[in-house]
């Protein structure tokens, strides 16, 4: 399958035909609107991040800085993620796996830069690991949710054939035929837009640090999880689709820190209350018996 080929998108049940271009020139140079879209995302993102910072205990150079530091980091990573599993495409001539502005990135591989880049980070900046994942997390989502977009005009990370009511029409301009398939980069924005809205407002009520981040990575898990099997271009890992199977992992894992913690403090609540009402109630006693002893001096009297 040549996507080059592909030049009209449809969405029939919008009504919807058009032929985005993929990028313009300006001073002799290409430029992507993919690679303005993710920069778009990752704006917006920091935008929040410095909107809410106060409420994870960070400053304004916090941000700056983790931005500076780990955003080049967690591209490198992501472009590594994608070499890694698709090296039959660089195995002749290595020195391709530098050439970025061929495309070819993968957002699992960032999100895994992006981690080590934020532990080493707060071990420097010394500030809590915890906070600053929660906040990440929330960026991630809006960045992720925005950046799909990108997917829609380099006509990429689409799904199988399909008939369903959301289906996307692609034009092939040499076959000369549209053939429908699962828009995939439109379901993870969708699934990253409805995660994003709903860790939004739970953080304004976290419970510890860490816990938005566990939640991100059971939402966009499982998620991933099924949408990835749609995929026709997933990165593979012998037979296993590697971020499908990465996202189960994690997804799995969250969850079950997730409801662990949430026992423990459950169970911590409990016992708290259980030795405020022991004390309480050892309160009561003293003065019961104290009351007695005066009742019995006054009648003594």
Known sequence: ?????F??????????????????????????????????????????????????????????????GVVPFAII???AYYCAFSWEQFADNPIRVLYIWEGGIAIYGGVIGAFIGIV?????????????????????????????????????????????FLKMGLYDSVKEVTTYYHPTFLYESLWNAVGFLALHFLSKKRQYD????????????????????????????????????LAAITCFAAATALVV??????DKNKLFVNVVAAKQAAIAEQNEEQNNEDSNEEAAD
């Open 1 to 5: 399958m040549n996507v080059e080929n």
């Open 7 to 68: 030049t009209k998108i449809s969405f029939p049940i919008f009504g919807l035909e058009m032929n985005p271009p993929k990028g313009f020139s300006l001073f002799g140079l290409d430029i992507r609107f993919y690679g303005i879209i993710i920069a778009l995302g990752l704006i917006l993102a920091v935008v929040y991040g410095l909107k809410r910072k106060a409420q994870f205990g960070l400053s304004e150079d916090d941000i700056l800085d983790g931005v500076l």
């Open 77 to 79: 990573c992501a472009r």
């Open 120 to 164: 080493v980070f707060c071990l420097i900046k010394k500030v809590k690991l915890g906070a600053v994942l929660d906040l990440v997390a929330l960026g991630f989502l809006i960045g992720q949710c925005i950046g799909r977009w990108g997917n829609f005009f380099n006509r990429e990370a689409f799904g199988a054939e399909t008939d369903t």
């Open 210 to 245: 860490g816990q938005i981040a566990l939640g991100y990575a059971a939402w966009y898990g499982l998620g991933r999880t099924f949408i990835e099997g749609l995929r026709m271009d997933s990165l593979y890992w012998g037979q296993f689709r590697v971020s499908q199977l």
């Open 261 to 266: 913690l949430a026992f423990r403090k459950h």
